[in-house]
Nanobody, 123 residues
Framework: QVQLVESGGGLVQAGGSLRLSCAVS?????????MGWFRQAPGKEREFVAG????????DYADSVKGRFAISRDNAKITVYLQMNSLKPEDTAVYYC???????????????WGQGTQVTVSS
């Protein structure tokens, strides 16, 4: 059974950093799969944050996080990461990782999802 498990969330002050991890079980789906991070704040739609191709050679970011966040992956460890720097209160949300055949900015491009990890940025 495929499982994606996020970790690394928490409470941080504005300007701080966090690194999220997403560990994937059922490794057969990981290497050929593009991966993405999404987030959902209370009362808002789930929105695309960042995506990475299966090779790691291609990445994409939402305009709101460009220059602050960096997505990466380690196929040997079957893990994808989201390094978040210069965090702002508006980054507060539950962050989800997901896998896709081809990464896109729509949640409907993604097949498997983790349970999410809470990120709270205080002002």
């Amino acid at each position: 059974q495929v499982q994606l498990v996020e970790s690394g969330g928490g409470l941080v002050q504005a300007g701080g950093s966090l690194r999220l991890s997403c560990a994937v079980s059922a490794g057969r789906i990981f290497s050929p799969s593009d991966m993405g991070w999404f987030r959902q704040a209370p009362g808002k739609e789930r929105e695309f944050v960042a995506g990475i191709s299966w090779s790691g050679g291609s990445t994409d970011y939402a305009d709101s996080v460009k220059g602050r966040f960096a997505i990466s992956r380690d196929n040997a460890k079957i893990t994808v990461y989201l390094q978040m720097n210069s965090l702002k209160p508006e980054d507060t949300a539950v962050y989800y990782c997901a896998s896709a055949r081809t990464m896109g900015v729509s949640r409907y491009d993604y097949t498997y999802w983790g349970q999410g990890t809470q990120v709270t940025v205080s002002s």
